[in-house]
C-alpha cells in the first residue's frame, strides 16, 4: 500500500517480535535455505508513481484477459519456515500474522470469493516474512501479494508494517488480498498502462485499493467485488469492456 507516513508506532509487542537471532545464530538459521524512507507506503504488487485520486474498482487485463477464481475453490496457504528462523520468536510472529491474516480477509465478508485454509501439504502460496525493509525514495513497502492463476505464489510482509497501528495492519493485508482477488490499484487505468486493466463498479474515491487516506475498506468494495464475482460465476458477466473474463483455479486443484 501507499499512505502518508502518519501512522504511529507500532506496539512494544509487535517490535519484540522483529527481534532478530544473534549473528551466529542467525547464519545457522539461514544456512541451507533459499530465501525464495521516503514519507510514502508502497505496495509492490502493483506498484507505480500515483499522479491522481482513482475512482473507480479496477480488475487486472494484463494477459489480455481478466483472471478472476472460479467458483467454490479453497486457497491453501503456509508460512515459509525459512523466513521466520532468523527471528528470535519465530511461533510469536507467525501467530500474530495469522491473526491480522484472518482479521483481514473477515473484513471483506460474504463478497470474499474463495476461502483461505492454512496447510503446509500442496499449498497455493506461502506467507513470507522479510528480514529487512524494501525503501526507495518514494517510501518503504509494507507487503506484496499476487493475482489469481494456477501458479504457486508469495505473500510477502515486511518489518515496516509493524510500525503501523494494529487498524493499518489489516487495512494493509486487506489490500493485498484485494490483489489476490484479482484487483488492481485505481489508478491503473492511467499510471499502470503499460500492465492493462478494465473498470468495473460504481464511482467512490474511498476504497482499499486506494492509496492515502482514501485507503480503506468500503461497503461499495464489498459490494462491487460480490457483483463481480456473482456476475461471472453465473455467466451473465463474461467480459469488461471488451476484455474477456477467464476463471482459473489454483495450483493444488491441478497437481493434487
Known amino acids: ?79 515459509n519456515e525459512a523466513s521466520f528462523a532468523v527471528y528470535q520468536q519465530p511461533d510469536a510472529l507467525k501467530a500474530r500474522i495469522r491473526d491480522l491474516f484472518s482479521r483481514a480477509i473477515a473484513g471483506w465478508g460474504d463478497a470474499t470469493p474463495v ?35 494456477a501458479g504457486r505464489h508469495k505473500l510477502y510482509v515486511y518489518p515496516k508494517m509493524f510500525g503501523q497501528t494494529d487498524k493499518e495492519q489489516v ?34 474515491a474511498f476504497s482499499i485499493m486506494n492509496y492515502g487516506d482514501e485507503s480503506h475498506l468500503t461497503k461499495i468494495d464489498r459490494s462491487d467485488l460480490k457483483k463481480l464475482y456473482q456476475s461471472a460465476w453465473s455467466g451473465q458477466l463474461t467480459s469488461i469492456n471488451g476484455t474477456p473474463i477467464k476463471l482459473v483455479r489454483p495450483f493444488h486443484y491441478l497437481h493434487g
Open 1 to 79: 500500500m501507499n499512505a502518508d507516513n502518519k501512522h504511529k508506532k507500532g506496539s512494544t509487542a509487535d517490535n519484540d517480535l522483529l527481534a532478530l537471532k544473534p549473528t551466529g545464530a542467525l547464519a545457522r538459521a539461514t544456512d541451507g535455505h533459499v530465501q525464495v524512507i521516503g514519507k510514502g507506503i508502497i505496495c509492490r504488487t502493483d506498484y507505480r508513481p500515483l499522479k491522481r485520486s482513482p475512482l473507480k474498482i479496477v480488475v487486472d487485463a494484463t494477459d489480455g484477459f481478466i483472471p478472476l477464481w472460479a467458483e467454490n475453490l479453497v486457497l491453501r496457504w503456509k508460512f
Open 171 to 204: 487495512e494493509t493485508l486487506e489490500h493485498e488480498i484485494g490483489h489476490v482477488f484479482g484487483l488492481r490499484h485505481f489508478f491503473a487505468p492511467d499510471q499502470e498502462t503499460e500492465w492493462p486493466s478494465e473498470i468495473f463498479g460504481k464511482n467512490r
Open 115 to 149: 476461502r483461505f485454509q492454512e496447510q503446509a501439504d500442496n499449498s497455493d502460496f506461502d506467507i513470507v516474512m522479510r528480514k529487512a525493509d524494501d525503501c526507495d525514495m518514494q517510501g518503504c513497502v509494507l507487503a506484496q501479494g499476487f493475482f489469481p492463476d
